[in-house]
């Protein structure tokens, strides 16, 4: 399967897995209001920092080793033992500060927590022996299914009245549905078990003791500006916070299609030659890095306010934190392409130092912020050091790779969405002022899809290389295309 169909179909399921995500959080939050919301999120943000003990950066490892092709089977089998190891070791701890974490949370979620840690530690096992397998497309097909599952569990057990609890065990079944479905195409690739040798542990720890900051750095995005809220502000207020978040990294998900199915290419490529042949796919990645988020953020900034208001009429009030959130997204797409170039180079020690310089100045700025603004400068600081640690990314890569920055493609994207821009602005002033649809979800829709369709019908007049992907991967489409 080439890259780009690869890249489709990841994308293709991320886009059906986050639909699915976006109905069952608007059918959660109408029924059961922000404050439930805030405290499955905290929870879940509370077991993603604890996963990052679990797992030490060794999914990475796994993906890498593996993805190598030598000896799969002994790598495989030692990172599974020592994710599992981690496990009972994290376990124990939650088990013996159970009173903290319950005085934390504000919920009874020890229990929960446990559970959930351990369907998010297997989960990322299957993923990582996936990547590394070249089986990128049935990870890709796993997300729709897993938060299916989840979506399905929760809204059937909220409608048989079980709320807050619910939420927790849903998120759990749906780890398992993809666990299980995972698994059977890894024993598929690995048809046998090998056992490991001291070596294939110690080469797993010399990659992972680099990458587990990069697993630090993935968390610390995604939930420390959750986890520090729950120090100064309200379940109520963090589950507004948590809703603009995930509406935001939506925007995203085409950048972790394009890293996840990049990885074990370039992987493979530098193992044979050196890193300096990877450069064209550099390019690449940053090339489609911004392709949604660019649009994003300007139609973000038109429509936040109507797409909260889909949640229920206390969201909108997270507005502005969800435009400073989609820029966040927008840096960190571009910091995560040139990130796992130097991990897929097998130079996890800059990696490190990128990972560490945003890990630092994202605590910092998230507990000097929030104590002095609040959500906002939650959001905040997630921005402000993803934008530091875009910079470190890119000293390091220009410093290993000779690579030029595709400033004409992100060029053309940006004009196309200024089109994009004064359409979707002309529609929404015309029906603030006249009311021909009156109903908020359909005006979101309506504007969304005629604002993609100039944006992309804008950009394959203004770009050449995006033409020229569009025809290679999708072929029915050539004949309409400009030459």
Same mark, same amino acid.
Not at 124 to 145: C, D, K, R
Not at 149 to 161: E, H, K, N, P
Not at 365 to 390: E, F, H, K, Q
Not at 403 to 413: G, K, L, M, N, T
């Given at each position: ?240 916070? %948590? @809703? &603009?978040?995930? /509406?935001? !990294?939506? =925007? ?9 199915? +990049? *990885? ?12 300096? %042949? @990877? &450069?064209?796919? /550099?390019? !690449?990645? =940053? ?9 994003? +953020? *300007? ?185």
């Amino acid at each position: 399967m080439r890259l780009g169909q690869t890249s489709v179909v990841h994308f293709g399921s991320s886009i059906v897995s986050s639909v699915l995500g976006f109905a069952a959080t608007v059918y959660i939050a109408r029924m059961l209001g922000a404050e439930p919301l805030g405290i499955y999120h905290l929870s879940v943000g509370l077991v993603s920092w604890l996963a990052i003990l679990g797992k030490v950066g060794i999914s990475d490892a796994i993906s890498k080793r593996v993805s190598e092709g030598v000896e799969r089977e002994e790598y495989a089998a030692a990172g599974t033992a020592v994710v599992v190891a981690m496990f009972v070791v994290v376990a124990g701890g939650i088990v013996l500060f159970r009173g903290r974490v319950v005085d934390y949370v504000g919920y009874p979620v020890t229990g929960y927590i446990v559970l959930i840690l351990l369907v998010v530690l297997l989960n990322s096992l299957i993923n990582a022996l996936l990547v590394g397998l070249h089986q990128v497309h049935v990870s890709g097909v796993l997300s729709p299914l897993r938060t299916g599952g989840r979506a399905v569990t929760q809204i059937a057990l909220i409608a048989a009245g079980i709320s807050t609890a619910g939420l927790f065990i849903g998120h759990a079944v749906g780890l398992l549905l993809g666990i299980v479905i995972g698994a059977y195409y890894v024993v598929r690739e690995l048809p046998s078990v090998s056992l490991p040798e001291r070596r294939h542990f110690e080469r797993l720890g010399d990659f992972a003791k680099f990458s587990w900051l990069g697993g630090l750095q993935s968390q610390m995005f995604s939930y420390t500006d959750v986890v520090v809220l729950g120090f100064f502000v309200s379940s109520g207020l963090i589950g507004v916070y %948590a @809703v &603009a978040w995930n /509406v935001a !990294q939506f =925007l995203i998900l085409f950048s972790g299609t394009i890293r996840t199915t +990049l *990885f074990p290419e370039m992987s493979a490529i530098s193992a044979a030659e050196e890193p300096q %042949a @990877v &450069a064209r796919i /550099v390019e !690449q990645s =940053l090339s489609f890095g911004g392709l949604l988020l660019i649009p994003g +953020l *300007f139609g973000g900034a038109l429509l936040g306010e109507r797409i909260l208001r889909i949640y229920g009429p206390e969201f909108p009030k997270g507005t502005a934190v969800f435009t400073v959130l989609i820029v966040a997204n927008l840096f960190m797409g571009y910091q995560n392409q040139l990130l796992n170039t130097l991990n897929a180079v097998d130079r996890p020690d800059l990696a490190f130092r990128v990972n560490g310089a945003f890990v630092g100045i994202n605590l910092s700025l998230n507990v000097a912020l929030v104590y002095l603004y609040g959500w906002l400068g939650a959001a905040a600081a997630t921005a402000g050091s993803a934008a530091i640690s875009l910079l470190v990314a890119y000293y390091y890569v220009s410093r290993l790779i000779s690579f030029d920055v595709p400033w004409r493609e992100i060029a053309s994207q940006g004009a196309a969405a200024l089109v994009m821009t004064a359409v979707v602005y002309a529609g929404l002033t015309v029906e603030n002022t006249y009311d021909l649809l009156n109903h908020n979800f359909a005006t979101v829709l309506v504007l969304v899809a005629a604002g993609a369709t100039v944006y992309f019908v804008g950009l394959l007049g203004l770009s050449t290389e995006f033409r020229t992907t569009v025809r290679r991967n999708l072929p029915p489409l050539g004949p309409y295309l400009p030459g």
